[in-house]
Protein backbone atom coordinates (compact mmCIF):
# COMPACT_ATOMS: atom_id res chain seq x y z
CA UNK A 1 0.00 0.00 0.00
CA UNK A 2 3.12 2.50 0.91
CA UNK A 3 4.40 1.68 -2.53
CA UNK A 4 1.01 2.09 -4.20
CA UNK A 5 0.85 5.66 -2.50
CA UNK A 6 3.85 6.61 -3.46
CA UNK A 7 3.58 5.78 -7.02
CA UNK A 8 0.69 8.18 -7.01
CA UNK A 9 2.19 10.94 -4.99
CA UNK A 10 5.37 10.66 -7.83
CA UNK A 11 2.28 11.04 -10.66
CA UNK A 12 0.21 13.89 -9.08
CA UNK A 13 4.35 15.52 -8.81
CA UNK A 14 4.87 14.57 -12.69
CA UNK A 15 1.80 15.92 -13.37
CA UNK A 16 2.02 19.49 -11.31
CA UNK A 17 5.27 20.06 -12.61
CA UNK A 18 4.40 19.28 -16.31
CA UNK A 19 0.72 21.60 -15.76
CA UNK A 20 3.77 24.70 -14.50
CA UNK A 21 6.18 24.25 -17.08
CA UNK A 22 3.51 24.16 -19.69
CA UNK A 23 1.69 27.49 -18.62
CA UNK A 24 5.32 28.77 -18.15
CA UNK A 25 6.05 27.99 -21.98
CA UNK A 26 2.93 28.84 -23.08
CA UNK A 27 3.18 32.39 -21.32
CA UNK A 28 4.22 35.44 -22.74
CA UNK A 29 6.31 38.28 -21.48
CA UNK A 30 3.91 41.68 -20.99
CA UNK A 31 5.32 43.94 -22.96
CA UNK A 32 6.61 47.25 -21.81
CA UNK A 33 4.84 50.36 -23.26
CA UNK A 34 5.17 53.89 -23.58
CA UNK A 35 3.16 56.28 -21.51
CA UNK A 36 2.23 59.92 -23.16
CA UNK A 37 0.40 61.98 -25.48
CA UNK A 38 0.45 59.25 -27.89
CA UNK A 39 -1.56 56.56 -25.32
CA UNK A 40 -4.04 59.34 -24.70
CA UNK A 41 -4.47 59.86 -28.38
CA UNK A 42 -5.17 56.00 -28.84
CA UNK A 43 -7.46 55.85 -25.83
CA UNK A 44 -10.20 58.77 -27.00
CA UNK A 45 -10.22 57.30 -30.49
CA UNK A 46 -10.91 53.67 -28.68
CA UNK A 47 -13.91 55.27 -26.85
CA UNK A 48 -14.86 57.11 -29.95
CA UNK A 49 -15.56 54.02 -32.04
CA UNK A 50 -17.49 52.00 -29.22
CA UNK A 51 -19.32 55.86 -28.43
CA UNK A 52 -18.37 55.53 -24.35
CA UNK A 53 -20.61 59.05 -24.91
CA UNK A 54 -23.50 57.42 -25.48
CA UNK A 55 -22.37 54.66 -22.90
CA UNK A 56 -22.26 57.09 -19.85
CA UNK A 57 -25.72 58.38 -20.82
CA UNK A 58 -27.44 54.68 -20.98
CA UNK A 59 -28.95 54.50 -17.74
CA UNK A 60 -30.30 50.70 -17.38
CA UNK A 61 -28.88 47.56 -18.80
CA UNK A 62 -29.78 44.07 -18.85
CA UNK A 63 -27.77 41.48 -19.95
CA UNK A 64 -26.80 37.56 -19.50
CA UNK A 65 -23.53 36.14 -18.58
CA UNK A 66 -22.79 32.63 -20.80
CA UNK A 67 -26.10 31.15 -19.07
CA UNK A 68 -24.99 31.39 -16.08
CA UNK A 69 -25.75 34.99 -14.52
CA UNK A 70 -27.97 37.43 -14.96
CA UNK A 71 -27.65 41.19 -14.22
CA UNK A 72 -30.09 43.91 -14.30
CA UNK A 73 -27.87 47.32 -13.51
CA UNK A 74 -29.43 50.72 -12.69
CA UNK A 75 -26.17 52.98 -13.66
CA UNK A 76 -27.16 56.00 -12.68
CA UNK A 77 -29.10 55.49 -8.58
CA UNK A 78 -26.28 51.86 -8.70
CA UNK A 79 -29.58 49.61 -8.13
CA UNK A 80 -28.02 45.84 -9.07
CA UNK A 81 -30.27 42.54 -9.27
CA UNK A 82 -28.49 39.65 -9.94
CA UNK A 83 -30.16 36.41 -10.51
CA UNK A 84 -27.90 32.81 -10.68
CA UNK A 85 -29.63 29.60 -10.22
CA UNK A 86 -31.77 29.67 -7.36
CA UNK A 87 -30.57 33.13 -5.56
CA UNK A 88 -31.44 36.32 -6.10
CA UNK A 89 -29.81 39.58 -4.75
CA UNK A 90 -31.43 43.00 -4.91
CA UNK A 91 -29.10 45.25 -4.07
CA UNK A 92 -27.63 49.21 -4.24
CA UNK A 93 -23.78 49.42 -4.90
CA UNK A 94 -22.61 52.45 -3.41
CA UNK A 95 -24.56 51.13 0.38
CA UNK A 96 -23.46 47.91 -0.45
CA UNK A 97 -26.43 45.91 1.23
CA UNK A 98 -30.01 44.84 0.00
CA UNK A 99 -31.66 41.61 0.06
CA UNK A 100 -30.58 38.14 -0.54
CA UNK A 101 -33.75 35.28 -1.62
CA UNK A 102 -31.90 31.51 -1.80
CA UNK A 103 -35.23 29.45 -3.09
CA UNK A 104 -37.88 30.85 -0.68
CA UNK A 105 -35.71 31.75 2.24
CA UNK A 106 -34.35 35.15 2.71
CA UNK A 107 -31.00 35.16 4.19
CA UNK A 108 -29.64 37.74 6.69
CA UNK A 109 -26.69 38.25 8.97
CA UNK A 110 -23.40 36.36 7.74
CA UNK A 111 -25.13 34.53 5.15
CA UNK A 112 -26.57 37.11 3.41
CA UNK A 113 -23.26 38.89 3.32
CA UNK A 114 -21.01 36.07 1.75
CA UNK A 115 -23.82 35.78 -0.88
CA UNK A 116 -23.85 39.97 -1.37
CA UNK A 117 -20.02 39.40 -1.81
CA UNK A 118 -20.63 36.50 -4.16
CA UNK A 119 -22.95 38.60 -6.48
CA UNK A 120 -20.10 41.98 -6.65
CA UNK A 121 -17.95 39.62 -7.43
CA UNK A 122 -19.95 38.02 -9.95
CA UNK A 123 -20.80 41.46 -11.46
CA UNK A 124 -17.24 42.77 -11.26
CA UNK A 125 -16.07 40.45 -13.71
CA UNK A 126 -19.37 40.01 -15.96
CA UNK A 127 -19.30 43.85 -16.56
CA UNK A 128 -16.12 43.99 -17.44
CA UNK A 129 -16.68 41.23 -20.10
CA UNK A 130 -19.85 43.38 -21.31
CA UNK A 131 -17.69 46.40 -21.34
CA UNK A 132 -14.01 46.58 -20.89
CA UNK A 133 -12.91 49.55 -23.01
CA UNK A 134 -14.97 52.23 -21.20
CA UNK A 135 -12.70 51.66 -18.21
CA UNK A 136 -9.47 52.38 -19.80
CA UNK A 137 -9.24 55.52 -17.99
CA UNK A 138 -10.61 54.40 -14.60
CA UNK A 139 -9.20 55.62 -11.67
CA UNK A 140 -5.66 53.86 -10.48
CA UNK A 141 -5.38 53.01 -14.35
CA UNK A 142 -2.19 53.91 -16.73
CA UNK A 143 -2.22 53.38 -20.24
CA UNK A 144 0.50 53.14 -22.88
CA UNK A 145 1.32 52.40 -26.40
CA UNK A 146 3.19 48.98 -27.36
CA UNK A 147 4.26 48.80 -31.67
CA UNK A 148 3.62 45.03 -32.53
CA UNK A 149 5.66 43.04 -34.63
CA UNK A 150 3.41 44.44 -38.08
CA UNK A 151 3.80 47.81 -37.31
CA UNK A 152 0.60 48.52 -35.53
CA UNK A 153 0.10 50.19 -32.23
CA UNK A 154 -2.00 48.92 -29.05
CA UNK A 155 -3.09 49.82 -26.58
CA UNK A 156 -1.82 48.45 -22.72
CA UNK A 157 -3.95 49.57 -19.67
CA UNK A 158 -2.77 48.65 -16.53
CA UNK A 159 -5.10 48.79 -13.16
CA UNK A 160 -3.55 49.12 -10.14
CA UNK A 161 -6.99 48.93 -7.80
CA UNK A 162 -10.77 48.85 -8.83
CA UNK A 163 -12.66 45.20 -9.34
CA UNK A 164 -11.59 42.29 -7.44
CA UNK A 165 -8.22 41.82 -8.80
CA UNK A 166 -6.37 45.03 -9.13
CA UNK A 167 -2.80 44.25 -10.52
CA UNK A 168 -4.28 43.25 -14.24
CA UNK A 169 -3.03 44.38 -17.66
CA UNK A 170 -4.81 44.10 -21.03
CA UNK A 171 -3.52 44.57 -24.44
CA UNK A 172 -6.07 46.08 -26.37
CA UNK A 173 -5.67 45.27 -30.31
CA UNK A 174 -7.82 47.88 -32.40
CA UNK A 175 -8.78 48.15 -35.75
CA UNK A 176 -7.83 51.34 -38.02
CA UNK A 177 -10.81 52.86 -36.42
CA UNK A 178 -10.11 52.40 -32.98
CA UNK A 179 -12.53 49.50 -32.37
CA UNK A 180 -11.62 46.60 -30.37
CA UNK A 181 -10.69 43.40 -32.05
CA UNK A 182 -9.06 41.81 -28.75
CA UNK A 183 -6.61 42.01 -26.32
CA UNK A 184 -4.10 39.69 -24.26
CA UNK A 185 -4.53 39.16 -20.91
CA UNK A 186 -2.02 39.46 -17.95
CA UNK A 187 -4.22 38.45 -14.91
CA UNK A 188 -4.10 36.85 -11.52
CA UNK A 189 -6.79 34.15 -12.43
CA UNK A 190 -5.59 32.79 -15.36
CA UNK A 191 -2.28 30.71 -14.96
CA UNK A 192 -1.24 31.53 -19.04
CA UNK A 193 0.18 34.84 -19.70
CA UNK A 194 -0.88 36.82 -22.32
CA UNK A 195 -3.55 35.07 -23.68
CA UNK A 196 -5.66 36.22 -26.46
CA UNK A 197 -9.16 36.64 -26.80
CA UNK A 198 -11.25 37.81 -29.47
CA UNK A 199 -13.95 40.96 -28.64
CA UNK A 200 -16.68 40.71 -31.55
CA UNK A 201 -19.99 39.80 -32.21
CA UNK A 202 -20.68 43.94 -31.84
CA UNK A 203 -24.01 45.12 -31.32
CA UNK A 204 -25.78 48.72 -31.04
CA UNK A 205 -27.90 50.12 -27.62
CA UNK A 206 -30.33 52.69 -28.34
CA UNK A 207 -28.19 54.88 -27.54
CA UNK A 208 -25.68 53.88 -29.56
CA UNK A 209 -23.28 52.18 -27.55
CA UNK A 210 -21.86 49.58 -28.73
CA UNK A 211 -21.41 46.44 -27.00
CA UNK A 212 -19.02 43.34 -27.44
CA UNK A 213 -21.05 39.75 -27.21
CA UNK A 214 -19.00 36.89 -27.80
CA UNK A 215 -15.66 36.30 -26.96
CA UNK A 216 -13.10 33.98 -28.23
CA UNK A 217 -10.07 32.23 -26.57
CA UNK A 218 -9.91 29.24 -28.50
CA UNK A 219 -9.98 26.50 -25.83
CA UNK A 220 -13.62 27.95 -24.99
CA UNK A 221 -16.19 31.23 -25.94
CA UNK A 222 -17.78 33.00 -23.75
CA UNK A 223 -21.33 34.25 -24.82
CA UNK A 224 -23.28 37.32 -23.67
CA UNK A 225 -27.03 37.31 -24.40
CA UNK A 226 -30.07 39.00 -23.42
CA UNK A 227 -28.65 42.25 -23.74
CA UNK A 228 -30.83 44.98 -23.16
CA UNK A 229 -31.02 48.85 -22.30
CA UNK A 230 -33.40 51.32 -21.42
CA UNK A 231 -34.17 54.95 -19.52
CA UNK A 232 -36.10 53.69 -17.98
CA UNK A 233 -37.63 50.14 -16.69
CA UNK A 234 -40.98 50.76 -18.78
CA UNK A 235 -38.91 51.08 -21.68
CA UNK A 236 -37.77 47.33 -21.02
CA UNK A 237 -41.22 46.31 -19.88
CA UNK A 238 -40.19 45.45 -16.67
CA UNK A 239 -41.29 47.03 -13.22
CA UNK A 240 -38.59 48.60 -11.04
CA UNK A 241 -37.29 45.96 -8.43
CA UNK A 242 -35.65 48.25 -6.15
CA UNK A 243 -38.80 49.88 -4.61
Known amino acids: MKKFLKIIGIIILVLVVLGVGSCFMLSEKMPEGVEGPEAEALTDKMF ?60 EGDDKRKVIDKAFSFFCNDMFWLNAPVKARDEGTTRSIVTQEDGSKALLVQYSSGGVT ?25 PVKGIYTSWEGWKTLPTGAQISSLHDMKIYKMNISDIKSGQSYAELGIE ?4
Open 48 to 107: EAIDKEAWDTTRIVTWDFMGLHQFLWNKETTDLKVNWGDTEVVMNLDAYDGTVTKGSETL
Open 240 to 243: NPFK
Open 166 to 190: PGDAYLWMLDDSGMPTGWKMWTQIL
